[in-house]
T-cell receptor, first 118, second 113 residues
Framework: DTGVSQDPRHKITKRGQNVTFRCDPI?????LYWYRQTLGQGPEFLTY????????KSRLLSDRFSAERPKGSFSTLEIQRTEQGDSAMYLC????????????????FGPGTRLTVL | SQQGEEDPQALSIQEGENATMNCSYK?????LQWYRQNSGRGLVHLIL?????REKHSGRLRVTLDTSKKSSSLLITASRAADTASYFC?????????????FGPGTRLSVLP
């Protein structure tokens, strides 16, 4: 069990640029989640996949954000035309789906990608 | 606004003392979970309690759930310096088919040696 990995760990970009993050879940997990966390706050749910299907998307996920999980394994989160307000830690988690929604799962989190938008 | 709200926001205790953190939420839930986050290990799942359970134990952790008050508590007994971390509750939304998995803002626990 190598755990959930995320790449890169840190990203500094200028306002208006596009950025893409990658998440590799635990291999046998079919659910994958993306969260955003700012300093002093809990993680905010963005979206989740079951296999390659994107099942839920938060209202927080503006049109500038898009996530994919094309083969049901790794996932990418892209932010287009970044804004300073996008600066945050982006967390990925995975879980072995049991019956029911995300609340039934023990989620295993990666170390996160810290994004700084200048 | 966030579903879960932890109380207190910050807690400082001596090693060996017990620490109690509370979580309140707004909607009906299927499950409530507690997670811990520290700089060394990131977010780690601690315990899950279902809406039909009232109390659950795991090692030095005791979680209670009162669905009539929409609240939960996490008790850590005989605290250690290694318990220093932020603790978050997270809930789903039963009225939204178990979706809307939401974390609270967390309680920052400091355990002093």
């Amino acid at each position: 069990d190598t755990g959930v990995s995320q790449d890169p760990r840190h990203k500094i970009t200028k306002r208006g640029q596009n950025v893409t993050f990658r998440c590799d879940p635990i291999s046998e997990h079919n659910r994958l989640y993306w969260y955003r966390q700012t300093l002093g706050q809990g993680p905010e749910f963005l979206t989740y996949f079951q296999n390659e299907a994107q099942l839920e998307k938060s209202r927080l996920l503006s049109d500038r954000f898009s996530a994919e999980r094309p083969k049901g394994s790794f996932s990418t989160l892209e932010i287009q035309r970044t804004e300073q307000g996008d600066s945050a830690m982006y967390l990925c988690a995975s879980s072995p789906a049991i019956a029911g929604g995300p609340g039934t799962d023990t989620q295993y989190f990666g170390p996160g990608t810290r994004l700084t938008v200048l | 606004s966030q579903q879960g709200e932890e109380d207190p926001q910050a807690l400082s205790i001596q090693e060996g003392e017990n620490a109690t953190m509370n979580c309140s939420y707004k909607t009906s839930i299927n499950n409530l979970q507690w997670y811990r986050q520290n700089s060394g290990r990131g977010l780690v799942h601690l315990i899950l309690i279902r809406s039909n359970e009232r109390e659950k134990h795991s090692g030095r952790l005791r979680v209670t759930l009162d669905t009539s008050k929409k609240s939960s508590s996490l008790l850590i007994t005989a605290s250690r310096a290694a318990d220093t971390a932020s603790y978050f509750c997270a809930t789903d939304d039963r009225d939204n088919y178990g979706q809307n998995f939401v974390f609270g803002p967390g309680t920052r626990l400091s355990v002093l040696p």
